[in-house]
């Protein structure tokens, strides 16, 4: 199978994030879309996240009715700090039969010459790219040179999924000043957080 990997803290996970995985699982070539949860992002600071397996639930409560949507714990077994070059080394040498793709907003395709092994990435693996707002004027017009060059690989794929303006930060904050979230997050994953106080304090 072709499976496309969605990585995130899912902090929470939210309709932002199925809307752009399920696009890509119904418009691509892709099979799968396995929604990876990173237990430590090693440019996040942990503290701001829910317990591992909350998020994880999350996720799994999310995408259960999708049998294209899988959730997926995989970096919760490899060494923390989790970066995306060796857990494509683990998940090809263990699932040798599929073949794996990546799946990225725009903002981080423009910073991808800064991740470790990102050349060997690009050559052994397609990446799907989907658009996002930028947060500041003309962001997405300021690139570098290797910016430039990684826009051209073959392996570069461009999507015109729907661009969504919804951020997890946003949503944590609306909880915890008391706002209604209830239309950003699917209705099982509304009910989990607000029955465990989740973002609260």
Same mark, same amino acid.
């Given at each position: 199978? &072709? ?11 939210? +309709? ?43 996720? $799994? +409560?999310? +995408?259960?009715? &999708?049998? $294209? ?7 919760? =077994? ?19 039969? =599929? ?33 996002? +707002?930028?947060? $500041? ?52 994953? =509304? ?11």
């Amino acid at each position: 199978m &072709n499976i496309g990997l969605y990585f995130g803290t899912f902090n929470p996970i939210h +309709v932002g994030h199925l809307i752009i995985a399920n696009h890509m699982a119904s418009h691509t070539n892709l099979d799968q879309v396995w929604l990876v949860v990173s237990p430590q992002n090693p440019l996040k600071n942990k503290d701001t996240l829910l317990e591992d397996y909350h998020r994880l639930s999350l996720v $799994k +409560v999310a +995408v259960e009715d &999708n049998p $294209k949507l899988i959730a997926s714990d995989i970096e919760f =077994h490899l060494p923390k700090p989790s970066f995306t070059s060796d857990t494509l080394i683990y998940l090809q040498e263990k699932y040798n039969r =599929h073949h794996f793709s990546l799946i990225m907003g725009e903002d981080n395709l423009r910073t991808f010459h800064k991740w470790k092994n990102y050349e060997t990435i690009l050559k052994q693996h397609p990446i799907y790219v989907y658009p996002r +707002v930028a947060e $500041k004027e003309n962001e997405l017009l300021t690139t570098n040179e290797e910016t430039k060059t990684i826009y051209q690989h073959p392996h570069i794929i461009l999507c015109d999924a729907p661009v969504m303006k919804i951020s997890a930060s946003f949503i944590r904050k609306a909880i915890k000043e008391g706002f209604d979230t209830q239309y950003l997050l699917t209705e099982p994953v =509304h009910k989990y957080v607000t029955e465990m106080h989740f973002y609260e304090k």
